[in-house]
C-alpha cells in the first residue's frame, strides 16, 4: 500500500487535472487514499423482488424484461418525459425517465433487467421515476455507494476504484502479520480491499469491513502509543511532602467531598515515585481548578515547577489572575506567559522558568514554545483537555524529566475512548457540585419575545448581577445572523440603554480583550456581548444571565459549557437560548438543555443526536479522522485491537520487526495530517 500513497490520483486512466481536483475535495490525492476511500452504504440488488412486493418508500431491485422500450413525449418547460413499460412475471409496471434519451437505445424490448429505485403504487398502477439499471445477465450482486461531490458522482468514483485495484501489486503487503489476521479470524488485505468495493454478497462486505476497521483502529492504537513517552514509569520527582491542607485553608471556602478525592489520588499518584497520568472529569462548574491549583501548591513546596496550559489567553489570564493571588503570598512567585505578554516581561519569565525561581507558570500553547526551558518541571496541567491535539500534551511533558500529568476535562467519554485517547490514564471523577449551587433555569424563546427578556436583563442588573450575551458573527454578515459589534450598539442606544455594555471577540487585540474581561470580572460592565470566546473556563461567579442568540448554531455540548458560565455562585441564574428555527433537531436539543442541566445526560443526549462521528469528531480531542472505524458503535472491536497493539508492542516496542512493516508504514500514514497542523 505504502507505494500507492506516493501514486498521484492523477495516473489513474480517465482522470485528469480536473477530476483529480474533484478528488482532492473528497480528501483523496493518492491512489492509496482512494482505496481508502470506502464505500458510504451499498445497494443490494443480489435478491431482486416483484414491483408488488416492493417495500414502501425504500429503494429497492426489481427483476423485469422489458416489454415497451421508452418512447419519449414533449412535456412543459421544454422538458422530455420517456415512457416504458416492464413486467416482472407478476405485474406490469411503467418506467419513466426525463431527459435521457439513451435510455430508449439502452432498454431493449424482450430483454431482461434489474432495475434500483423505489417503486410507487397508485390504484394498482406500479410505476418506477428514473431507476438505475443493469443487464440482468451482469448485474452486480451488490452495487457500491461513494460521497460524491459536485461534478465526481459515485458510478465515475467506482470506475475509477476498479481502476486503482488493478494497481495493487502482486505481493501486496499485508499490515496485519498473518499471526493477527488468524488469531482474530480476519481476511487479508486483498480480498479486504477487492470485498469492500465490490463486493460478492452484502456478508462479503461486512468480513471486509470488520477487517479493516480492526486495522485502523490497531493502527490508532499503535500510534498513540508509539507518540507517547512513557519512559519507565519512573518520575523525576517523587512528593514528599503533602501540603494540601495547608492549601485547602488559604481558599475562601471548603473544598468538596470530590475535590478532596480527587487531590488525594493525585497526592498518591505523586507520591509513589512513578508517574502520575490522571485525568479530572468534572462538569461545568465543579470546580477542577480548585484541585489543579492543590496540586501545583504542593509540587512548588516540594521544590518543583509546575506549568498550567490553557487553551485560549482569555481563559489563562483568568487563572493567571486568581491563582497569583494565592500563590504569590505563600511564596511562590507566578508567572504568566501567553502570545501577547510584552517581551520584557517574556525574557523575565524565560529567564524565571530556566533558573527555577518560578514555581508556577500559567499559559496557553506559548508554553510549547522551543525557548521555553524549566529547571525541574514537576507537574504538567492542561485545561479543557479535549482541546488539544495529541502531539501538543507530548510536548509539555518534554520539557521535563518524565513530569507528573494531569489533564482536566468537562466533557464526558466512555472510559474505553477514554483509555484510547489518554492512554493508560487513571480517573478522577467530580460527581458533585460545590453547595448552594442551583439549577439554572433554561429556556428557549423565538425572536419576537427578545424585548421582554431585555425586561428582564434589566431587573437583573438592578439586583447587581451581570449577564452574558452570544452572537455568532463579529460584524454584520449578509445573512441575519446577529453579530456581536451592532448588538452591543442596539443595546446602548435602544434595548438596555444606561446600563454598561461591553462587546468581545477574537479579532480584538489581547490586551483589549484582557481590559474588557477585566472589567466584567470586576463588576463595572454589566452586560458582555461575545462571540463564543467565553465558552470555556471563564468564572465569572456574579454572572446570573446566560443568553444565546440563533442558539441553533451550536451544539448541545456547546450549549451546556456556554451555559455553565453562570450558576458559578450561590444565585438563581438564568440561560435564554434564542432561535426561530423551526426544525424538529433544532427543537429537540434546545429541549434537552431546557430538560436538564447535568452534563453526562447531554452528552448522552448529544450523541445520539448528532451520531457517533460528529461527537468524537477531531475538535473534540485531536486524534486523526478515521475512514471506516466509530470508536463508539465499533466499541468491541476497539477493545479487541487494544488487546492486540498491546501484545504487538510488548513484543516490539517501537515495530522494528520485518513483519511489522506494513503496520508502521500505516500508522505514520494516519498521523501525517496531526504531524503537519
Ligand atoms: P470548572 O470545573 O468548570 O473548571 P471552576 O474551577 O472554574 O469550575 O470553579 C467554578 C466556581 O466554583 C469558581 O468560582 C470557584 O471559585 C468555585 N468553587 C470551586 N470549588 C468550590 C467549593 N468547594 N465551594 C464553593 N465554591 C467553589
Ligand atoms: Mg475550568
Redesign the pocket.
Known amino acids: 500500500m505504502a507505494s500507492l500513497y506516493r501514486k498521484e490520483i492523477r495516473s489513474l486512466k480517465g482522470v485528469g487535472e480536473r477530476r483529480a481536483e474533484l478528488f482532492q475535495k473528497l480528501g483523496v490525492s493518492s491512489v492509496g487514499a482512494l482505496l481508502r476511500d470506502y464505500p458510504r452504504a451499498y445497494e443490494d440488488l443480489s435478491s431482486p423482488c416483484t414491483v408488488r412486493s416492493a417495500p414502501a418508500g425504500a429503494p429497492c431491485a426489481v427483476r423485469a424484461c422489458v416489454t415497451e422500450s421508452p418512447k419519449g413525449t414533449r412535456i412543459r418547460g421544454g422538458m422530455t418525459l420517456y415512457r416504458g413499460r416492464a413486467d416482472d412475471g407478476e405485474s406490469e409496471f411503467s418506467l419513466l425517465f426525463f431527459n435521457n434519451p439513451y435510455v430508449a437505445d439502452l432498454l431493449r424490448e424482450g430483454h431482461e433487467y434489474v432495475f434500483y429505485g423505489k417503486v410507487t403504487a397508485d390504484f394498482l398502477k406500479y410505476e418506477m421515476t428514473s431507476p438505475e439499471f443493469f443487464p440482468a445477465e451482469t448485474c452486480p450482486a451488490v452495487k457500491p455507494v461513494y460521497h460524491q461531490t459536485q461534478g465526481l458522482n459515485s458510478r465515475l468514483i467506482a470506475g475509477c476504484m476498479k481502476e486503482a485495484l488493478l494497481l495493487l501489486p502482486e505481493n501486496l503487503l499485508d499490515p496485519l502479520p498473518p499471526s493477527v489476521r488468524e488469531e482474530y479470524s480476519l481476511c487479508g488485505l486483498r480480498e479486504a480491499m477487492e470485498q469492500i468495493h465490490f463486493p460478492v454478497s452484502l456478508a462479503a462486505a461486512e468480513t471486509a469491513r470488520r477487517r479493516l476497521i480492526f486495522e485502523e483502529l490497531l493502527v490508532l492504537q499503535l500510534g498513540l502509543s508509539l507518540m507517547k513517552d512513557r519512559g519507565t514509569g519512573e518520575s523525576g520527582f517523587r512528593l514528599e511532602d503533602d501540603r494540601s491542607e495547608e492549601f485547602f485553608r488559604l481558599?475562601?471556602?471548603?473544598?468538596?467531598k470530590a475535590?478532596r478525592r480527587a487531590v488525594g489520588e493525585a497526592i498518591t499518584d505523586m507520591s509513589s515515585g512513578r508517574v502520575m497520568n490522571r485525568l479530572v472529569q468534572?462538569?461545568?462548574?465543579?470546580?477542577?481548578?480548585?484541585?489543579a491549583a492543590a496540586l501545583c501548591y504542593c509540587a512548588a513546596k516540594n521544590g518543583m515547577q509546575a506549568a498550567l496550559m490553557a487553551p485560549t489567553e482569555i481563559l489563562a489570564r483568568q487563572h493567571y489572575e486568581?491563582l497569583r493571588k494565592i500563590f504569590e503570598p505563600a511564596g511562590i512567585p507566578t508567572a504568566l506567559l501567553t502570545a501577547s505578554v510584552s517581551t520584557a516581561q517574556k525574557v523575565e519569565t524565560l529567564a524565571g522558568l530556566a533558573d527555577g525561581s518560578i514555581g508556577l507558570v500559567v499559559g496557553t500553547h506559548a508554553l510549547l514554545s522551543r525557548n521555553v526551558t524549566f529547571r525541574r518541571l514537576g507537574l504538567v496541567v492542561t485545561?479543557e483537555q479535549h482541546r488539544f491535539g495529541v502531539s501538543q500534551r507530548a510536548a509539555l511533558s518534554e520539557k521535563g524529566d518524565h513530569p507528573h500529568l494531569l489533564v482536566?476535562s468537562?466533557t464526558p467519554i466512555p472510559r474505553t475512548l477514554a483509555l484510547m485517547i489518554y492512554g493508560d490514564l487513571d480517573l478522577s471523577v467530580?460527581d458533585e457540585l460545590?453547595?448552594?449551587r442551583q439549577k439554572i433555569r433554561t429556556y428557549a424563546i423565538a425572536s419576537d419575545k427578545r424585548l421582554r427578556a431585555f425586561g428582564f436583563l434589566r431587573k437583573q442588573i438592578e439586583a447587581g448581577h451581570q449577564c452574558y450575551i452570544i452572537c455568532p458573527m463579529i460584524e454584520e454578515g449578509q445573512n441575519d445572523m446577529a453579530s456581536v459589534t451592532q448588538y452591543a450598539e442596539k443595546l446602548r442606544s435602544k434595548w438596555l440603554p444606561g446600563c454598561s455594555i461591553a462587546a468581545l471577540h477574537g479579532r480584538m487585540k489581547p490586551k483589549e480583550k484582557d481590559s474588557v474581561m477585566r472589567h466584567f470580572a470586576s463588576g463595572e460592565v454589566s452586560v458582555l456581548v461575545s462571540t463564543t470566546v467565553v465558552e470555556v473556563?471563564v468564572?465569572v461567579?456574579n454572572a446570573t444571565v446566560m443568553m444565546v442568540e440563533n442558539a441553533e448554531r451550536y451544539g448541545l455540548s456547546q450549549l451546556h459549557q456556554l451555559r455553565?458560565r453562570v450558576g458559578?455562585?450561590k444565585d438563581q441564574s438564568y440561560c435564554i437560548l434564542v432561535s426561530d428555527a423551526q426544525n424538529e433537531e433544532t427543537t429537540a436539543r434546545l429541549g434537552v438543555l431546557c430538560a436538564t442541566n447535568d452534563g453526562f445526560r447531554i452528552a448522552d443526549a448529544d450523541l445520539k443526536l448528532r451520531g457517533p462521528g460528529d461527537f468524537f469528531g477531531n475538535r473534540q480531542h485531536g486524534l486523526p479522522a478515521l475512514k471506516i472505524a466509530d470508536m463508539a458503535a465499533d466499541m468491541d472491536c476497539l477493545n479487541l485491537a487494544q488487546k492486540a497493539a498491546r501484545d504487538i508492542l510488548s513484543a516490539d516496542p517501537s515495530l522494528d520487526l520485518p513483519e511489522h512493516r506494513g503496520l508502521r508504514a500505516e500508522t505514520r500514514q494516519l498521523f501525517s495530517h496531526l504531524e503537519r497542523s
Open positions: 481558599l475562601p471556602y471548603s473544598l468538596t475535590q468534572g462538569d461545568v462548574g465543579s470546580g477542577k481548578t480548585a484541585v486568581a485545561d482536566m468537562a467530580l460545590p453547595p448552594g473556563g468564572d461567579p455553565g458559578r455562585g
